[in-house]
Nanobody
Framework: QARLVESGGGSVQVGQSLRLSCTGE????????MGWFHQAPGNERQGVAV??????VYNDSVRGRFTLSQDRAKNTVYLQMNNLKLEDTGTYFC???????????????????WGQGTTVNVSS
């Protein structure tokens, strides 16, 4: 059964960095249309960064701090998170199977497949 597996979460202090990984097991060609989403406690899941074909789209809240990259040989997508802030705390999910158009790529409702999430805790 195909699945997405996230890793790399942890506890850090404000200003530090983490790199999250998402590996697609038994997924083929998924990395060009995938996304990372952030869910803070009590909040809805929000798009952070996505690959949409040749484009990379970032939420305004992370632009300049987070970088999305991929290693096709490893079937893995990475989210490098620098200069972390308290509000970055939460669970990060990767998603694949985008079914929407080009203007709604940061919307969680448009993705069919989800990983189990990895938790990031940023403290002062």
């Amino acid at each position: 059964q195909a699945r997405l597996v996230e890793s790399g979460g942890g506890s850090v202090q404000v200003g530090q960095s983490l790199r999250l990984s998402c590996t697609g097991e038994k997924f083929i060609g998924w990395t060009d249309y995938m996304g990372w989403f952030h869910q803070a406690p009590g909040n809805e899941r929000q798009g952070v960064a996505v690959f949409y074909g040749y484009s990379t789209v970032y939420n305004d809240s992370v632009r300049g701090r987070f970088t999305l990259s991929q290693d096709r040989a490893k079937n893995t997508v990475y989210l490098q998170m620098n200069n972390l802030k308290l509000e970055d705390t939460g669970t990060y999910f990767c998603a694949a199977g985008y079914k929407g158009g080009p203007t709604d790529v940061l919307s969680a409702k448009n993705y069919n497949f989800w990983g189990q999430g990895t938790t990031v805790n940023v403290s002062s």
